[in-house]
């Protein structure tokens, strides 16, 4: 299976910096037709996962333009420009390109 | 507007057994993947199964594979998750999910699953 590792698994962050999410596969992400099947979610307390990212880079709708993805072959990013208190939770890389899909560890993002 | 819900989860002994639904409704359900996936708390988000729009085709997570049955029945626009030979370890929060890896990504409220003696 592919292994993704995501750092840090703990972000403290204060409410109007920059934060970053890294994300990197045990192997290329890169399927036979040139598609990278690379995902972030964000999980809210008490709430369903919320799909932010799919394919590396295309926000998903309402997502805030604050958030952005990149990345390719097996190193990516979730970054956000300017934290806010609503970004509080877990967020999880998840690869789709080779079953079974995986998921990182999780990284737990909380205000200061 | 698509609407997924879950139903069917609860306390469950070590060694038995589960039968989760998904109600759909909001989308032609029988044009769509459908998929479980659960979170463990501690233990991150995991992917158990999916199956094809027309049932003919089940994936499933090896640690899953042989306890757990995906299944659909396209006429009541519903999903299923038959979980046998339960542990400890499948305790989690279980979704339904329509999942697409280039399109929409619709997800229940989800049913929690506590296996327990």
């Known amino acids: 299976d592919v292994v993704m590792t995501q750092s840090p698994l703990s972000l403290p962050v204060t409410p109007g910096q920059p934060a970053s999410i890294s994300c990197r596969s045990s192997q290329s992400l890169v399927d036979r037709d040139g598609n990278t099947f690379l995902h972030w979610f964000q999980l809210r307390p008490g709430q369903s996962p919320r799909r932010l990212f799919y394919k590396v880079s295309n926000r998903d709708p309402g997502v805030p333009d604050r958030f952005s993805g990149s990345g390719s072959g097996t190193d990516f990013t979730l970054k956000l420009s300017r934290v806010e208190a609503e970004d509080v939770g877990l967020y999880y890389c998840m690869q789709g390109t080779h079953w079974p899909w995986t998921f990182g560890q999780g990284t737990k993002v909380e205000i200061k | 507007e698509v609407q997924l819900v879950e139903s069917g989860g609860g306390l469950v002994q070590p060694g038995g057994s589960l039968r989760l639904s998904c109600a759909a409704s909001g989308f032609i359900f029988s044009s769509f993947w459908m998929s479980w996936v659960r979170h463990a708390p501690g233990r991150g988000l995991e992917w158990v199964a999916n199956?094809?729009?027309?049932?003919?085709?089940?994936q499933y997570v090896d640690s899953m594979k042989g306890r757990f049955t995906i299944s659909r029945d396209n006429t009541k626009n519903s999903l299923y998750l038959q979980m046998n030979s339960l542990r400890a370890e499948d305790t989690a929060v279980y979704y339904c999910?329509?999942?697409?890896?280039?399109?929409?990504?619709?997800w229940g409220q989800g049913t929690l699953v506590t296996v327990s003696s």
């Open positions: 999910a329509r999942f697409s890896r280039s399109g929409g990504s619709y």
């Open positions: 199956i094809r729009p027309d049932g003919s085709e089940e």
